[in-house]
């Protein structure tokens, strides 16, 4: 079985140069309070999109993570290259003021089969070529809180895209999936994550988990919804290693800088 | 508390709004709002031996079991604060109401309840329009669904297989005032509480 390798250097304010594996960033703005390293989530990117009111979001809330600068500079500065969605929730005023800049604007609002994030990573997928697939990445922003059956609807996207690199991401959390068809190893960036961590099998009993690296590993463990999940588990150390019979959840917290 | 009564006393409001209990390990309460509540009589459960359970997990444990004065006959524990924050307490706390499937317990946001809806029923929800809805799911958290079957709903299931990586029900919409849901395995209904 092959080895995946993880690492959360997207939180870092530079990624270090021969830093393995290499992987190009995408980010997704949804529609919830920015977290505040948005800017650097930015930063990393080399595609940004917003999903329909994730535009909203850029347009009020980057200027306020940079208060002594004048809003119409950061807007500006902070354009997202798509904005993607339904469109039932971006303000008119924000998607002409994107439209005018040179956003590209997509409106899938004929679409009710799919939720905007869906429809992101859709557009990402089939924009990427792909001998790019495997070293593509996408943040999300905003996937966490609000509506409890919209957090679902995201959870499930990680699945529905296995194949892909996605990251969920919050003020105090981040997620992403562990595919069954590899080992893991998840080199921990101590400096901005953890030691606050867990492994969830949403949507799927596991027979057999194992692990090293955390407080309370797992060694050939069972885990189930009703049953042993491991939240509140603990980092030690700076390497985690994971292995498991079904597609797990991987959550760690992140450090309030 | 005192925030949501600013033209009143501080001082009145938390006497009123006094817990009977606090539970849990101890390790996030400040020392001065233990005094405060132990002073006014409220039980001070201890458990930061055990860390093995989390904070919910205990309190449900003490509500089932301990709790005097309680008629458990018809039990509904409501819980504040289950959502947000970290993801993998988040978590912990959806699999807590998973473990005591046999009892009503809610979980609650500002913007939506969660509760498990066991497979060894049929359900009936009764939608209360003026406070929730009518955005809505079914989610089969811990195993796949073979085949649910819905009433009420936008997009109803029929005999409908859900799992995660494929149709898992979100973004629903309540159409009646009843809603009724069977299912081969445990699931998770979610409905958004209305701004008011």
């Not at chain 1, 904005?83 to 002409?96: A, P």
């Not at chain 1, 998840?186 to 194992?210: A, D, K, N, W, Y």
């Not at chain 2, 709903?153 to 990586?165: H, R």
Request: charged letters at 20%; proline letters at 4%.
């Amino acid at each position: 079985m092959d080895l995946m390798h993880h690492s959360s250097t997207f939180l870092l304010p530079t990624i270090p140069l021969h830093h393995r594996p290499s992987l190009t960033y995408a980010l997704v703005v949804l529609n919830q309070t920015l977290p505040r390293f948005a800017p650097l989530l930015w930063k990393h990117a080399q595609l940004r999109l917003c999903a329909d009111g994730g535009a909203n979001r850029v347009f009020d809330e980057m200027p306020l993570l940079f208060p002594e600068e004048d809003a119409s500079d950061v807007r500006r500065r902070y354009k997202p290259d798509v904005i993607n969605g339904d469109m039932d929730s971006i303000r008119k005023e924000v998607l002409d003021f994107y439209r005018s800049l040179g956003t590209k604007i997509i409106d899938k609002s004929h679409d009710q089969d799919t939720t905007d994030l869906h429809k992101c990573i859709t557009y990402i997928w089939d924009f990427a070529p792909d001998a790019n697939k495997s070293s593509l990445c996408i943040l999300v922003a905003g996937a966490l809180g609000g509506r409890y059956d919209h957090e679902m609807g995201n959870l499930n996207v990680l699945y529905c895209f296995s194949s892909l690199r996605i990251v969920l991401l919050s003020d105090d959390s981040l997620i992403y999936l562990l595919p069954r068809t590899h080992h893991h190893e998840i080199h921990i960036q101590t400096s901005v994550e953890g030691p606050h961590c867990g492994l969830i099998p949403i949507g799927v009993p596991s027979r057999s988990s194992t692990t090293t690296g955390l407080q309370w590993n797992l060694n050939n463990t069972e885990m189930r919804f009703g049953g042993l999940i491991s939240s509140s588990n603990i980092v030690v150390g700076e390497k985690v290693t994971v292995q498991s019979d079904t597609d797990l959840l991987w959550t760690i917290s992140i450090k309030k800088l | 508390m005192p925030l949501f009564f600013p033209q009143e006393d501080a001082s009145d409001v938390r006497r009123r709004y006094k817990p009977d209990v606090i539970k849990g390990d101890m390790d996030s309460i400040r020392r001065e709002v233990l005094e405060f509540y132990a002073s006014l009589g409220t039980e001070i459960v201890d458990k930061s031996h055990d860390q093995d359970t989390t904070d919910l997990h205990k309190c449900v444990t003490y509500i089932r079991d301990s709790a005097s004065g309680l008629d458990k006959s018809n039990l509904c524990v409501l819980v504040v604060g289950a959502l947000g924050g970290r993801f993998d307490h988040e978590m912990g706390n959806l699999n807590v109401i998973c473990r005591f499937s046999s009892m009503r317990i809610v979980l609650l946001s500002n913007d939506s309840l969660i509760h498990l809806l066991p497979r060894t029923y049929c359900h009936e929800i009764h939608i209360q329009t003026s406070v929730e809805g009518p955005h809505c799911g079914l989610i089969p958290i811990g195993t796949p669904s073979k085949s649910s079957t819905t009433t009420g709903l936008q997009w109803d299931l029929n005999n409908t297989a859900m799992e995660f990586g494929g149709l898992v029900s979100t973004s629903n919409i309540v159409k009646e005032e009843k809603v009724t849901v069977q299912s081969d395995c445990d699931l998770l209904w979610t409905i958004s509480i209305k701004k008011l």
